[in-house]
């Protein structure tokens, strides 16, 4: 019979996930179909009843859904109980839901992806501390990054994710523009750099030595102001746009078994953002 999968959130419409799975269903031969739905947080849990009535194999979960839908579900994944963020749910052959939150491992799997493996003993700086710094400084540890360092406008969020993490440090943002050179790896992770919103870094990036590996969690646009200025001083550049296709394929693999072509479709995507 052939499967379903779904996305929920609000708003949903601009959604690239669809095509991605979609397309993914199509290169690989499954009979499957993959649909955006609209889920205002109040009807979130009809949303996941009706799912699971309907029978959809599982589902991602997108803002503002990833920490209301956790009471909803049977299980979690270690790393998504850790993270407090569900951005994945897969429906068991038991009928029961397991969360799991593919967001932090996607983030490693692009970076890795683009720049290797050789880089986990580099000072890494986590410029954030939201729910996305979260997911990817948890990740980060899982995958032995040796040291995580985490700056945010307000210190006190970067210093409750350093304590979950039992290691690391917290900064400010200026703390951290003063030592810039320091890192090895410096990830954007604030929501400063969407489309949207404001069109300025987080911190200056005047101290950044040549070589330093420089990602942002915001793929559309694709150059932030962030990584153009970071370009601009001979940093090697990540844009967001990995992490949002790996997390994807790892969902794809929890549900189907098979880690799809990750490569392929980022240049399918990077298409069209350009
Ligand atoms: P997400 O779940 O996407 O990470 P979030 O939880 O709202 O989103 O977190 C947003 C992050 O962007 C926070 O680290 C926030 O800093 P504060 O914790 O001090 O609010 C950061 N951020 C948002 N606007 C910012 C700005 N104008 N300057 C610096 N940091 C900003």
Redesign the pocket.
Known sequence: MKKWFAVIGDPIAHSKSPFMHNTWFQELGIDATYIPIHVKSEDLQKAVSSLKLLGASGWNVT?PHKEGIIPFLDELDPLAEKMGAVNTVVRQHDGTLKGYNTDGAGFVNALEETVGKDNRTKKVLL????????GIAFAMQQYGYEDISIA???VS??EAIIDELGEGTALS?EEAEKQLDKYGIIIQ????GLST??N?L?LSLNGIQEGTIVAD?VYNPLMTPFLTEAEKRGATIVTGLGMFVHQGAIAFNHWLGEYPNAEKMMDKLMKQLK
């Open positions: 803002v410029v954030g501390a939201g729910g996305a710094s979260r945010n406008r307000t969020k970067a943002l992770a604030t929501s400063l919103g404001e300025k987080p969690i």
